[in-house]
């Protein structure tokens, strides 16, 4: 699995605004403070991603700034020890270097190359502090206790596979250191009086790592089902979300499908009691425009037809008028004469035209 790789993809996270959005109890100025500091060693909000991984990357690029303040600490406790013995300098500038890459690391977004060094940089202060000792004697077996700390701070900011590996590590440099430098007859009386074997000496060393990765391992774990149970219950309320919102669209849309159809039935209805006027909502933004609009067509076909209808039962009426004259004027053996029925229709006008009269 490579634990690098989900770093180097980033993507936009949905918790830009997660900084400004600090406990209230904490004073402004502490917030304004942290910040400046997260905006300078860590990654912009607009580097990291949506979702679990992201969420999680998000978690663990913060908790490396917040360390980073615990390292500035220590080499402030360490300056002016650093002026009485040579051996502090060793510590002090792993922690400086180390710290610069920690920052570098993080800010570019590469949280878990960050975290491994910062692990790195802890153990590497503590077996530096002890590497520079000429010889081990029994007071120093207390100092190796402190790689526990890189232990708890893996457990923060790795991922769970790598802090099985953490701990590996831890025992073997502890081991390692052990063996390769001199002891002082304090060290050599120790482990006689245990056997004469150094694992007696190094088993309670061992035990403190292996319980110490144990916990930090399950405390990971932790946070992972956490984060877990927390992205479900986003995606939930996002689904319920959804299905409200698509609820509404349906409500709406039925809303208007039945005032469509009342305006529709409103029409037949006009154009059932003989009003040939009447018209269906025809707009686009209407789910039923379009069978307005045949209707209205149809309509206005019916409307033109009817008409249409009228007239050539009123030019019937004319045409029957002027042969009813000419019967009379035949009859009478007369002239045509000037006052003839009148007629308003086109075909009529035409027939007066053709017997001449006016």
């Known amino acids: 699995m490579n ?10 996270p949905d918790f830009q605004n997660s900084d400004r959005q600090s406990p209230s109890s904490i004073p402004r100025p502490i917030q304004a403070i942290w910040r400046v500091w997260s905006m300078f060693t860590g990654p912009r909000a607009d580097t990291l991603g949506s979702g679990l991984q992201a969420m999680e990357r998000y978690r663990r ?7 980073l303040i615990l390292v500035v600490i220590g080499i402030a406790i360490l300056v002016p020890l650093a002026f009485t013995s040579f051996r502090v300098w060793v510590p002090m500038g792993i922690l400086t270097v180390g710290g610069l890459l920690v920052v570098i690391f993080n800010r570019t977004g590469r949280t878990t190359l960050s975290a ?25 077996l207390t100092e190796f206790d402190l790689l526990i700390l890189a232990i708890l701070v893996a457990g923060m900011i790795l ?21 390769l430098h001199p002891h002082d007859a304090s060290l050599m009386q120790l482990i006689a009086s245990g056997g004469g074997h150094s694992y007696t000496v190094l088993s309670g060393l061992i035990l403190l790592q292996t319980v110490g990765t144990g916990i930090a391992w399950l405390h ?4 992972e089902r956490a984060l877990l149970r927390a992205s479900r219950a986003e995606d939930l309320a996002a689904a319920r979300d959804a299905l409200n919102k698509q609820a509404k669209l349906i409500s709406e849309h039925n809303e208007r499908l039945e005032h ?14 003989g009003n040939l006027s009447a018209r269906a909502p025809a707009q686009k933004e209407n789910e039923l425009w379009q069978i307005g609009q045949s209707l209205n067509i149809l309509l ?3 409307q033109q037809q009817t008409q249409d209808y009228r007239d050539l039962q009123q030019t019937q009426q004319e045409i029957e008028q002027v042969i009813a004259a000419l019967q009379a004027t035949r009859n009478a053996r007369s002239s045509i004469p000037s006052s003839f029925p009148r007629c308003r229709t086109p075909l009529g006008q035409r ?8």
């Open 3 to 12: 634990v690098f790789a989900a770093d180097d993809q980033v993507a936009q």
């Open 61 to 67: 690029s913060r908790l490396i700034s917040a360390l």
């Open 116 to 140: 491994l060094c910062f692990v790195a940089l802890t153990n590497g202060a503590v077996v530096g502090f002890l590497a520079v000792r000429p010889v081990l004697n029994s007071g120093d």
């Open 159 to 179: 991922p769970r596979i790598l802090i099985l590996l953490t701990g590996i590590t831890n025992i073997a440099l502890i081991v390692v250191i052990f063996e």
């Open 220 to 223: 990971a774990w932790s946070v």
């Open 260 to 273: 469509g159809i009342t305006q529709i039935l409103e029409a037949h209805r006009q154009i059932a009691a």
């Open 300 to 302: 206005t076909r019916f």
């Open 351 to 358: 027939l007066l035209n053709a017997l001449g009269v006016s």
